[in-house]
């Protein structure tokens, strides 16, 4: 059974730091394609940033420079560091998986429908 947890959400003010979680279970990290999308009030949701042990991380033009997606060396945990905080990533960040490597998922960072397992999501508030 797959499941992905995340944590780390949190209310913090503009240009302040978070770091999320992701932690996996039920498979290998490593021979899946891992995402972190988010979904603001009133929109859909957005791919943030994805990454795979196969290829090197991909992000959304307005988090470039500011957020890093890793995995940890178990490969049980995908983190997405978020730096320089602006209001507008005020929003519910979700970490996603798809059972084959990134270069298989047809547009990783847009296409949510690629991805089989979905966490319950972690809220990120940004305050000017």
């Known amino acids: 059974h797959v499941q992905l947890v995340e944590s780390g959400g949190d209310a913090v003010q503009t240009e302040g730091s978070l770091r999320l979680s992701c932690a996996a279970s039920?498979?290998?990290?490593?021979?899946?394609?891992m995402a972190w999308f988010r979904q603001s009030q009133g929109n859909k949701r957005e791919g943030v940033a994805v990454?795979?042990?196969?290829?090197?991380?991909q992000y959304t033009n307005s988090v470039k420079g500011r957020f890093t997606v890793s995995l940890d060396n178990a490969k049980t945990t995908v983190y997405l560091q978020m730096n320089s905080l602006k209001p507008e990533d005020t929003a519910r960040y979700y970490c996603?998986?798809?059972?084959?490597?990134?270069?298989?998922?047809?547009?990783?960072?847009?296409?949510?429908?690629?991805?089989?397992?979905w966490g319950q999501g972690t809220q990120v508030t940004v305050s000017s």
């Open positions: 990454i795979g042990t196969e290829q090197l991380p």
């Open positions: 996603a998986a798809t059972p084959r490597a990134c270069g298989f998922v047809i547009r990783p960072l847009t296409n949510e429908d690629e991805y089989h397992y």
């Open positions: 039920g498979y290998t990290v490593s021979t899946y394609c």
